[in-house]
């Protein structure tokens, strides 16, 4: 059973160092994030507490961002 197809990618030198700059860039992005996830002490409990309080002091409940999008009720309903 095929769950996805393959392609095969050519790209041109340019289209390489383009792909090789970005690819680069968000492992680096990555590895510091993960560096900085890291360094955060446990008396601060654990990263994924820490993330939830962060976001619940950035946004307020009723916030426009938190309401539901069209697309989103109309699936439901």
Not at 34 to 54: C, D, H, K, M, W
């Amino acid at each position: 059973m095929n769950y996805n197809y393959r392609y095969r990618l050519t790209p041109t030198e340019d289209q390489r160092e383009t792909l090789d700059y970005h690819r680069d860039t968000c492992r680096q992005l990555y590895n510091h994030a993960l560096y900085r996830f890291n360094q955060i002490p446990e008396s601060e409990g654990t990263p994924v507490e820490t993330a939830v309080v962060s976001a619940k002091r950035v946004v307020e409940p009723g916030s426009p961002c938190l309401k539901e999008s069209p697309t989103a009720a109309s699936r439901q309903g």
